[in-house]
């Protein structure tokens, strides 16, 4: 069996997806027995400008054996709770999307569904009242969750906010020091194995031959490996996300440091926001058919917190997956293997998800095409259930200032969204499929914060007494309260604990 393993990676590009790649197989892997190789160009930009994550991302820092203050001061990175939704259902509203869990769960009854009945009893919490992480980015504050079940600060989720091409610039820094291979050029010949068109080596145009039994496409949109070479076809999936282009600018930071993605909508599509030590990261999805690019520029900058410190960067794209993410010994990551546009901040959990999907079925130089379609099934699920969750946020709307959200609230969604939204229609029930990335409290919050609300709720949650349910929502919100006044604020945490040099 040793014979057939593994003797050699290439890793073809660099950015977030190369680097975590290479991070992860130096972390895991012997690279006395398996070399690792990364090739990337200074000449090819990347697409990073500033990235927000969801939680999930923590641990993969620490499989690596990240110290967590370190890698947020580097990356000038601060904390997020969650994001707040600004005038995606009708202009003038807003809701929030936290991590972490609401209330307290009481038994097997999911804990939403007492406080439906509750609300039918006449109280007057509403969800957000139940959520600390909300609670605490509401008022700007932050502190560490605990794993303690008997601690409410264990119901509080969180991710990060980056400046990626930091993040990519630590990780190169990690996996160089355990032993991976950078090399400086750009690809300019790939060459096939006769036969079955395997991957044999690459070509740099310094004349350098990268040779390797295991290929992984992190070239970008371009897709050199996957698309430009194997022709593995790509999935549009534009008929259910129309935003097809993007154009971001950092700017100098606002007032107040707050731990949260700020997501406004806009008549051709929607703004992010995301807050950093250094300055603000900016941006605005759109769909071009209602908007020009000289358009989105205008209306970028004119909603900048502070004063721009570069020049708007454009970007084009198509909204959708590769057919195959793994075709013969090529494995595609990050923006080679698909886009979902960054609306619930997926993109690096894309590539940390699938980097944790090949090691469960690491191959050996026989790549036996059942762990091939087991992995290209997994991942075509994940990036599926990632969809319609961003669909959803689209087609629940209630504006009427565009044809963009006219159009979206007219489309015809996957089955897959339309069962969902049923089941949640009749009596609150949420059920979450195989490769689900959102939890229940996710699809939760954007439920209601859609305004996509149930006619009823659970029977079995009518078992509980009704004055003691009320009680205990009453001291849930009573502690929720208190926990989020002492924390220290969001600037203060980073200030004491992780402020960058």
Not at 77 to 83: E, N, Y
Not at 149 to 159: D, E, F, H, Q, V
Not at 182 to 206: A, C, H, M, P, W
Not at 358 to 385: K, M
Request: aromatic share 10%; with cysteine.
């Amino acid at each position: 069996m040793q014979e057939q393993s593994i003797r050699r990676i290439a890793i073809i590009g660099g950015g977030t997806a190369g680097w975590m790649a290479a991070a992860a197989f130096s972390r895991v892997l012997d690279l006395n027995t398996c070399q690792v190789d990364l090739v990337e160009s200074e000449m090819i930009g990347t697409v990073g400008v500033g990235e927000a994550t969801i939680p999930p991302l923590r641990l993969f820092n620490q499989m690596l054996g990240i110290d967590e203050a370190d890698f947020v001061r580097k990356t000038q990175a601060t904390f997020k709770l969650g994001i707040r939704f600004q005038d995606w259902l009708r202009e003038d509203h807003a809701y929030f999307h936290p991590f972490g869990q609401y209330g307290v769960d009481f038994d097997s009854v999911p804990f939403h569904q007492y406080l439906m009945r509750a609300q039918a009893l006449g109280d007057h919490g509403s969800l957000s009242d139940y959520s600390l992480a909300e609670i605490a980015a509401e008022k700007g504050r932050f502190a560490i969750p605990n794993n303690d079940p008997n601690s409410i600060l264990s119901r509080m989720g969180y991710a990060y906010h980056f400046d990626a091409g930091l993040y990519a610039q630590y990780l190169r820094n990690y996996s160089e020091q355990r032993g991976v291979k950078r090399t400086e050029g750009k690809v300019v010949e790939v060459k096939q194995r006769t036969g079955d068109g395997f991957i044999e080596s690459v070509r740099l145009d310094n004349g350098a031959i990268i040779e390797a039994d295991l290929f992984i496409d992190c070239s970008g949109f371009r897709g050199l490996l996957i698309e430009e070479t194997l022709h593995s076809g790509y999935e549009d999936w534009s008929n259910f996300l129309p935003c097809n282009r993007a154009v971001a600018v950092p700017s100098e930071s606002g007032d107040s440091l707050v731990p949260y993605t700020v997501s406004t909508a806009r008549k051709a599509g929607w703004q992010w926001r995301i807050p950093l030590q250094h300055r603000t990261g900016n941006g605005y999805v759109y769909c071009s058919d209602y908007s020009s690019d000289d358009e989105a520029i205008s209306t970028l900058l004119d909603h900048l917190p502070g004063a721009a410190l570069a020049e708007p960067r454009l970007l084009k794209f198509v909204t959708g997956r590769r057919k195959k993410f793994w075709n013969k010994n090529c494995v595609a990551l990050g923006l080679a293997s698909g886009f979902m546009e960054p609306l619930e901040s997926t993109s690096i959990h894309l590539i940390q998800s699938a980097i944790s999907r090949l090691l469960s079925v690491f191959p050996d130089r026989n790549f036996h095409e059942s762990d091939t379609e087991e992995y290209n099934r997994q991942t075509a699920l994940e990036y599926e259930r990632t969809r319609d969750f961003l669909i959803l946020h689209y087609h629940a709307n209630e504006r009427s200032d565009s044809g963009l959200w006219q159009a979206c609230r007219d489309m015809t969604i996957p089955d897959t969204l339309t069962h969902k939204m049923a089941l949640f229609k009749n009596k609150g029930r949420i059920f979450l499929g195989e490769e689900e990335i959102f939890s229940v409290a996710s699809w939760l919050a954007v439920f209601h914060g859609q305004n996509v609300l149930p006619q009823s709720y659970d029977a079995l949650a009518e078992t509980r007494d009704a004055d003691k349910l009320l009680g205990a929502l009453r001291e849930i919100r009573r502690s929720f309260q208190a926990g989020s006044e002492a924390m220290p604020t969001h600037a203060e945490f980073i200030a004491k604990n992780c402020r960058a040099g």
